[in-house]
């Protein structure tokens, strides 16, 4: 394959070397961890160990972290059996208008079967206040569901002051987050939150697709979303991922022995942004993010579909949006009341430590030529 200018680390990562050879190995030990003779209890073992991993990330103990298939998966699960473990308080949801499909849509699935759905409003930076989530909630408020890091934006979200306030304000209102973007990407373990549900997703942080996490707060009596064999505790059947597991606790192990990814990701970020500014003075800056691996832009007058196939010509990989929006306008600017035509030209860009300043002087040079060779709405 030619050479990869990727600036997609929110949409997926490459496999970690790690995490590939975890896997490998995990694949050559077939045994499932249901299973009573040696092969099985040596399965079962390995996964005990990767589930200690996951949950010292976290910042929980391993009875509270059930594995997934994804973070969709998660988001599902905390949301769908969520609202049934708070049935006898009410049928009222409060959301934001800026979550993952993940979670939006599962809401929208809710509402057809009878629940009602408060979706709060970003300010036109992205962001939703702590006094707009406590204003929401109503005495048949039975959960809140608030994602740490906008996957668009790069917006933190003020999890942990929310959770707080809201419990102040009723105890009994279970609050989930979506952490997808935020695991092993900001500088506080997700467990600090104090969130009762937490959803984080292996894909985003070196592990192959096919395995998240959901953290449930000890106490929490979540139901299972899928009923079978028992495996989880009895509450996720299906025979352990194991290779997938084992991925997802070396890429964790990975990321955790190197503590100065979050600054070096966030210098690539500045220093792209910075040089995009001086090479393209019409470009604007949607959000500088406040995490170091997203931010978004957009170039007034151009279709940004267009451009990210053009860039995409020369092995720049860079986003319109969410990977999910498949062309569609994103919900999450348009949410931020944004003139269309900065709607149209948002691009959405994203980072990792290993992203080089080589590679960000090639993306802001495709840009550049881009600009420059495309028609924009405006001329
Ligand atoms: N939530 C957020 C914020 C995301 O960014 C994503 C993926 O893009 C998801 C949920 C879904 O995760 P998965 O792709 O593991 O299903």
């Keep these: 394959m030619d050479e990869l200018f990727y600036f997609d680390y929110a949409a997926t990562s490459p496999v970690r070397p790690e995490a590939a050879a975890a896997m490998m190995e995990a694949l050559g030990r077939f045994g ?37 298939s994804c973070g969709t998966e998660g988001d599902n699960w905390a949301l769908r059996r969520g609202v049934e473990l708070n049935r006898r308080k009410g049928r009222h949801i409060v959301t934001t208008a800026i979550e993952h499909a993940a979670v ?37 408020t039975a959960l809140v569901s608030m994602m740490l890091v906008n996957n668009e934006t790069g917006v933190l979200l003020p999890v942990a002051e929310a959770v707080r306030a809201v419990k102040a ?63 989880e505790d009895g509450l996720r059947s299906g025979t352990e991922a194991t290779g ?28 792209t942004l910075t040089q995009l500014k001086a090479a393209l003075p019409n470009l604007e800056v949607l959000s500088a993010g406040d995490v170091g691996h997203i931010c978004a832009v957009t170039l007034p007058g151009y279709k940004s579909e267009v ?36 709607l149209d030209g948002a691009l959405r860009l994203s980072f990792s430590p290993e992203t080089t300043r080589e590679q960000a002087d090639v993306l802001v040079s495709a840009l550049k030529e881009a600009a420059g060779s495309l028609f924009t709405t405006l001329s």
């Design 244 to 271: 997938q597991i084992a991925a997802f606790a070396a890429a964790v192990s990975a990321a955790a022995a190197d503590p100065g990814r979050l600054d070096r990701t966030a210098a690539m970020k500045d220093y």
């Design 307 to 342: 451009v990210v196939r053009v860039l995409g010509d020369r092995g720049v990989c860079v986003s319109s949006g969410s990977a999910c929006h498949k062309g569609r306008p994103s919900h999450v600017f348009a949410a931020m009341g944004l003139p269309k035509r900065w």
């Design 104 to 140: 939006l849509e599962t809401c929208r699935d809710l509402e057809r079967s009878g629940y009602e759905v408060t979706y709060l409003k970003p300010d036109r930076a992205g962001r939703i206040t702590v006094e707009q989530v406590t204003a929401a909630l109503r005495p048949d």
């Design 32 to 68: 499932n961890p249901s299973s009573r003779y040696g092969y099985g209890r040596e399965a079962a073992r390995r996964v005990k160990e990767d589930r200690e991993v996951v949950a010292r990330a976290l910042g929980c103990t391993p009875d509270e972290v059930y594995f997934t």
């Design 169 to 231: 304000r009723d105890q009994a209102v279970l609050f989930h987050t979506d952490a997808v973007q935020g695991f092993l990407k900001v500088p506080f373990p997700l467990c600090s939150t104090g969130a009762d549900l937490i959803t984080v997703s292996g894909h985003k942080i070196g592990a192959p697709k096919g395995i998240g996490a959901l953290y449930v707060k000890k106490g929490v009596k979540l139901a299972p979303l899928l009923t079978g064999g028992g495996q």
